[in-house]
C-alpha cells in the first residue's frame, strides 16, 4: 500500500527532498509543512507539477493536522551551516525549533517515523525519545547514510566500478569526528585494499588519507561552491523513506538513540540498522580494529555530551 509522507521544513533540503520523493515508489501522497504557508504552497505546486510528467502522487502544502497517517515524517526545519560554522555550533538555536516541531508531529502523527536531516542531526533524534517518549525504532536521524554513500562514490571512483558493487560504511557523528570503517570495507567479498591491487588501482595510505579527507570534507566543499548542501542528503532522505514505505528491511549507517555505545551512556551515533515499515532495528556493532574502535567510542562521546546540553537547554526553556 503507497503511503503518506510528510516534510516538515520546506526550505532547500525540504524541497529537494520533496521533489524527489514525488518520484519514489510507494508514496501516495506529501504534504508539506512550513512557518511559511506561501512557500510552502509554492513547492507543493511546483513538485506536483514536476510530478504530472510521470507516477504522480498528491502533493499538497497544510499544517501539521495534514501529518495524520503520515507513515513517515521528514523533519528538515531549522537554520543551515553557514560557512565556517560546524554542524555542533547549529545545536542551540535547531534545537528549540526541532523541538516545537515534533510536539507538533506527536500530537498528529504518533505512529509516524520521525526522519531527521536536521543538524546536528545526531542529537534530533535523543530530543524526540528523552523528551517526547518516541521509541528509538521511530527516532532516527539520516546520520551517516550520506557520508557512506560519499565513501562508496568515492572508492568507487578510484577503483572504476559502479558504487553499488563497493560495500563500506561511515560510522559515528555525521560531522568531523565520523570514522570512515577502512578494515571491513569489501568488494565482491574480497578485503578492498586486495581487490583494489588486483585490478590495478592500488589504495596507497597517501590516497586513503585523501579519501578520507574528501569526504569528510564533502559537505564544506559543496558550501563553499554553492552555499547550500541540498541535493545529497535530498537523495539520502529519498532512498531512506522508500525503504520504510516498502518495508525493505534493508541496512543503512543512520542513528537512533542508544542508552550505551562502548561503554559512553545515552549516544545516537550512526550504526548499521535493518530499516523498514517499522523503522529502524536495534544497531549492530561490526568488528572494528582497534584505531576504528577508539575513534568511534570519541565520536560517541561528542553526541552523548551535545545530547546533554541540548535536553538541558530544552529545561531552561
Ligand atoms: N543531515 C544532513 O546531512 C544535512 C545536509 C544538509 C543540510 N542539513 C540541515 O537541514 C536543515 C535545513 O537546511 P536548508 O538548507 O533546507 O535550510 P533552509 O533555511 O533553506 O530551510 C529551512 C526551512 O525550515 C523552515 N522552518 C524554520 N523553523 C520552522 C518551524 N518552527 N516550523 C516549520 N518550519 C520551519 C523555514 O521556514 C525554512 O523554509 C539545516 O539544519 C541543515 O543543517 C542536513
Redesign the pocket.
Known sequence: MAEKVGI???????AAAGFLLAGTPGVAEIVL????RA?AEGEAADIAHAAAFGHAPVVRAGGYAALAGAAVVVI??????KPGQT?LD?LAS?VA?VA??IAEVVAHAPEAVLLF???P?DVMPMVAARQFGVPPSRAIG?GCA?DSARFRDRLARHLGIGPGAVHAHVLGE?GDSEVLVWSAAQVGGLPLLRFAEIIGQPIAPATMEEISRDVRRS?YRIKEGKG???Y??AG?IARLTKAIVNDEQVVFSISTPMESLLGVQETCVSLPHILGRRGASAPFLPPLDAAEEAALKHSAGIISEAASFALASLDHH
Open positions: 516538515v521544513g520546506v526550505g532547500q533540503v525540504g509543512v512550513d512557518l511559511d512557500r528538515t526545519a531549522g537554520v543551515s551551516l554542524r547549529l535547531n525549533v516545537k516541531v536531516a536536521t543538524n542531526v539520516t550520506l555525521h559537505a547550500v548542501s541540498n545529497g542528503i539520502c
